[in-house]
């Protein structure tokens, strides 16, 4: 199984995810809230944060504590952005397939994982984050959701 790439998945996120806006997270910019981007020592205006420092917190905040360089892309890619997006994926991924709910990803997942069809996985994982959304009740937020899950269902393609 070859594992995941990072800068593959990143790319997908950007297109997820845009540049600047504000939205119920606060200012935003690369998807990096403004509240992480002090945690991590950025100073200036959100609409100047570097793309770097954005993939810096991406790869440790979302990307590292799911263990994402232990899956396949096309599973990772999944992952990152239901975290970066919010919600629950280490319980979504367990949940799809099928090992016990405990939301920390080690080898139980991970080898159930890799025994999965990459499109089945897609597509019930995706399944788990709209239900998710749709129980929020932002529908200011719906066309921007529903665009993004469209673009993360052609991610089954990656390798």
């Known amino acids: 199984m070859t594992m995941a790439n990072f800068e593959a998945c990143w790319a ?3 297109k997820n995810e845009g540049g600047f806006t504000v939205d119920n997270g606060g ?3 690369w998807g990096v809230t403004e509240t992480a981007a ?6 200036g205006r959100m609409q100047d944060l570097p793309q770097d420092t954005a993939k810096q917190i991406a790869r440790q905040e979302y990307w590292n504590p799911y263990s994402c360089d232990s899956m396949p892309t096309w599973a990772a890619v999944q992952v990152l952005d239901a975290a970066y997006n919010g919600g629950y994926p280490a319980k979504w991924l367990q949940k ?3 090992v016990p ?3 920390k990803i080690g080898l139980v997942t991970l080898k159930a994982l890799g025994q999965f069809d990459r499109w089945k996985f897609t597509a019930l ?5 709209l239900e998710y959304l749709a129980s929020l009740k932002q529908s200011q937020y719906a066309n921007g959701r529903m665009n993004r899950m469209a673009n993360d269902l052609r991610q089954g393609e990656l390798q």
């Open 12 to 14: 997908v996120l950007l």
């Open 27 to 29: 200012a935003t910019m």
């Open 38 to 43: 002090r945690r991590w020592g950025y100073k």
């Open 96 to 98: 799809v397939v099928g």
């Open 101 to 103: 709910q405990d939301g």
């Open 125 to 129: 994982f995706i399944a788990e984050r």
